[in-house]
C-alpha cells in the first residue's frame, strides 16, 4: 500500500473506530453491544488459532527448555551435592549398624549399673597435652560436663574427663601411664590400684602380697569419694599375668582392659553416679564351661550256654588232631626189638 494522504486518513479513521469500539465494550460489561461479535469472531477463528498453537508448541517448549535447563543443571547439581554431603554425614550402613550395637550395649551397660550417662561421639585424638593417651568429645560445659567425670562404653571404663571447653572436653584414657584407678576383685574383693600402660596390660598392684589370684579373675572400679573421678562398679578388664609372690606386702598382677582404646567412638560419660554400689552386676556373664564329650562303653555279658559252646569247640579240635595223627605199626615196631633166638643161638656159639 502506497503511503498517501488517504491511506494516512483511511489509517487514522480505523484506529479512532478501534478506540471507540474498546470504549463502548468497556463500559458495556457483560451486557455489551459487541460480544456477539467477539462470539462470532472466536467461532470463525479459535480453530485457526489453536492449529497455529499447536504447530508452535513444540518450538515454544524446545524455547523455554532452553531457557531453564541452565537453571535446572544448577538445581540438579545442587541436589547432587546435598546427597553426597548427607551420605558422608551419615555414614555407610555398616558403620551405622556397628555405631547402633555401640549405643544399645553402652546402654544396657549403663542400665545394669544405674548411671546416668551423656552420649557422646569421639571426634579426634590425641590433644595439646603432648604424647598422652586422650581423646576428645563432642559434648562440655553445656551439656552438664564437668571435669573429673567417669567416661565408659559398652564394654567397660574408657577413662576420666580432664578438660572440658563449652562445646567439647578431653579425657584422658585409662592406658594412659598417668592414669590411675582403684579397683576391686570379683567375688574376693581384693583391692589395688591399676596404671595404665599404654598399648601393654593395665599394672595392678594388690594391697594384699598374698591375695590368691588366677588368670581369668575379673577386676571393676572401687569407687572413689562423692564419686569423683570414678563411680563404682564399671568393668575394668581380667588378669592376664599374675607375677609371683615374693613375700612382699604388695603383689603385681597384669591385667587386660575390656575396652579397645583405639577403636573408640561411641561413648557415655556418667553425670549422675548410681545410687547403691551395683558390685559386680555389670560384669558380663561368664561363657559356660564346654561339656565333656560322653565316653561310649560297652558291656558284652556271657550267656549260659557260652561255657558248653566252648567245650564242644574244644572236643572238636580234639578229635580232628586225633584223627589225623598216624598210628605206630606194632608189628614193625617188634621186628625193630632184638631176636630172643638170635640172642640164644650166638651164645651157643660163643661157647
Do not use: C
Request: no cysteine; hydrophobic share 35%.
Amino acid at each position: 500500500m502506497r503511503d498517501t494522504r488517504e491511506s494516512r486518513l483511511l489509517l487514522v479513521l480505523l484506529i479512532a473506530i478501534a478506540f471507540a469500539l474498546i470504549t463502548v465494550d468497556i463500559r458495556g460489561g457483560e451486557g455489551s453491544p459487541v460480544d456477539g461479535a467477539r462470539q462470532a469472531a472466536a467461532t470463525v477463528f479459535g480453530p485457526v488459532e489453536k492449529g497455529v498453537a499447536t504447530a508452535v508448541d513444540p518450538i515454544g517448549n524446545a524455547i523455554g527448555a532452553v531457557r531453564d535447563s541452565g537453571e535446572r543443571h544448577d538445581r540438579i547439581s545442587k541436589l547432587e551435592r546435598e546427597n553426597a554431603a548427607l551420605k558422608q554425614r551419615l555414614g555407610s550402613d555398616d558403620r551405622n549398624r556397628s555405631r547402633v550395637r555401640e549405643l544399645d550395649t553402652m546402654l544396657k551397660t549403663a542400665g545394669a549399673g544405674q548411671y546416668g550417662i551423656k552420649g557422646a561421639e569421639v571426634i579426634a585424638i590425641g590433644a595439646a597435652q603432648g604424647f598422652s593417651w586422650t581423646v576428645t568429645i563432642d559434648i562440655g560445659a553445656r551439656d552438664g560436663i564437668k571435669r573429673d567425670m567417669t567416661v565408659l562404653n559398652g564394654d567397660g571404663l574408657v577413662g576420666r574427663v580432664t578438660t572440658v571447653g563449652p562445646n567439647t572436653a578431653t579425657v584422658l584414657l585409662a592406658n594412659d601411664p598417668d592414669f590411675t584407678v582403684g579397683t576391686r576383685m570379683e567375688k574376693t574383693n581384693e583391692l589395688g590400684f591399676a596404671t595404665g600402660q599404654g598399648d601393654q596390660p593395665l599394672l595392678v598392684q594388690l594391697l594384699n602380697g598374698k591375695a590368691k589370684v588366677k588368670k581369668g579373675d575379673r577386676l571393676v572400679t572401687f569407687g572413689s569419694q562423692a564419686d569423683k573421678p570414678f563411680v563404682p562398679g564399671v568393668p575394668v578388664g581380667e588378669v592376664v599375668k599374675v607375677d609371683p609372690s615374693g613375700g612382699d606386702l604388695t603383689r603385681n598382677i597384669y591385667v587386660r582392659p575390656y575396652v579397645g582404646f583405639t577403636k573408640l567412638d561411641i561413648v557415655g560419660v556418667v553425670v549422675e553416679a548410681p545410687r547403691s554400689n551395683p558390685r559386680d552386676t555389670v560384669l558380663p556373664p561368664k561363657p559356660a564351661a564346654p561339656k565333656p564329650t560322653p565316653t561310649v562303653t560297652v558291656t558284652v555279658t556271657p550267656s549260659p550256654n557260652d561255657g558248653l559252646d566252648e567245650a564242644q569247640n574244644e572236643n572238636q579240635a580234639q578229635g580232628q588232631a586225633n584223627s589225623t595223627r598216624q598210628p605206630q605199626d606194632p608189628g614193625t615196631a617188634t621186628g625193630q626189638a632184638q631176636d630172643p633166638g638170635t640172642a640164644d643161638g650166638q651164645t651157643d656159639d660163643e661157647q
